[in-house]
C-alpha cells in the first residue's frame, strides 16, 4: 500500500491560504513546482478549487505545520494516513510460486475444457503461463499430456474465484451470438391460430367431424328401420288366412 498525498493542489491552497509556509515548503509537501504554488497565491492557478485542510484528514500534524513555520529550511512529513490509496498492479506475467509451477499445466486443461470461450491472453493472466504452453496443451502435443489431469485454478491457488468470474464474464460478453436452434414446440402464437375444424393429428374435429358422427348415426338410423320393416311384412305374410 502506498502512502500519498490526497488532493495535492486542494491541500496547496489550503496551506497558501492558512499557513506561513514557504513556497518551496509547499511546493515539496504537495510534489508541486513552487512556480505553480505561487501562482496559485497569485489566483492564476487553481481557481475554482476548494481548499482541503490535511490536519482534518489526518495528513499533518499542527506541530508539523509550527516546525516549517518556524524554519524555512524544514521540510513537511506525511503522516500515517487514515485513507490508503492501493499501489497500482505491475502489468505482466502473474508471478506463481516454485511450489505451484507443477499445477498450472493440470489448472489449463481445466479451463480449455471447462472455459474454451476464454482467451489465451487471459488464461495467461489467471495462471502465469505462456501461449506457447496452452496451445501445447490445447492440441495435445505437450511433453506431459498423457498424464495431466483438469483441476480447478482456484483449488490450486493460481488464481482467485473473483479473477476466473471477471474472465469469464469479459469473454462471455466478446463472445459471438449462437446459433438458433429449432423449436422444440409449437410457439402459442401458431397453436392459437390452428384451424378449429382439423385437430393436431390431422383428423377432423370441431363441426366437421359432429357433422361426419351425425351421417354415420343417420345411416345406422335407417338401416334399423328397413331391418325392422321387413320383419313386420314377415309376420303379417305369416299369420294372414
Not at 498525498?5 to 489550503?14: F, I, Q, S
Amino acid at each position: 500500500m502506498a502512502q500519498q498525498l490526497l488532493m495535492p493542489k486542494a491541500t496547496a491552497v489550503w496551506l497558501v491560504d492558512n499557513t506561513a509556509l514557504s513556497f518551496d515548503q509547499i511546493a515539496h509537501f504537495c510534489k508541486l513546482h513552487p512556480l505553480e504554488v505561487k501562482a496559485i497565491a497569485d489566483g492564476e492557478a487553481a481557481q475554482g478549487i476548494k481548499g482541503l485542510d490535511p490536519v482534518s484528514t489526518g495528513q499533518l500534524s499542527r506541530d508539523e505545520i509550527a516546525k516549517g513555520e518556524a524554519d524555512g529550511n524544514y521540510r513537511l512529513h506525511l503522516q500515517e494516513t487514515r485513507v490508503r490509496i492501493p499501489e497500482k498492479k505491475r502489468k505482466g506475467p502473474r508471478y506463481t510460486p516454485l511450489s505451484k509451477r507443477q499445477d498450472r499445466p493440470n489448472a489449463i486443461l481445466w479451463l480449455v475444457r471447462n472455459h474454451p470461450e476464454l482467451k489465451d491472453a487471459q488464461i495467461s493472466r489467471l495462471v502465469g503461463t505462456t501461449k506457447s504452453t496452452i496451445e501445447q496443451i490445447r492440441e495435445r502435443t505437450h511433453w506431459n499430456s498423457a498424464n495431466l489431469q483438469p483441476m480447478d485454478p482456484v483449488t490450486l491457488g493460481l488464481c482467485s474465484q473473483i479473477d476466473l468470474d471477471m474472465e469469464v464474464q469479459k469473454a462471455a460478453k466478446n463472445a459471438p451470438p449462437r446459433p438458433e436452434t429449432g423449436d422444440t414446440l409449437l410457439p402459442a402464437s401458431a397453436t392459437e391460430n390452428l384451424d378449429e375444424s382439423t385437430s393436431v393429428f390431422g383428423a377432423p374435429s370441431g363441426p366437421a367431424q359432429a357433422e361426419e358422427e351425425e351421417e354415420l348415426d343417420a345411416d345406422k338410423v335407417f338401416a334399423k328401420l328397413s331391418s325392422l320393416k321387413g320383419r313386420t311384412d314377415d309376420e303379417d305374410e305369416d299369420g294372414s288366412f
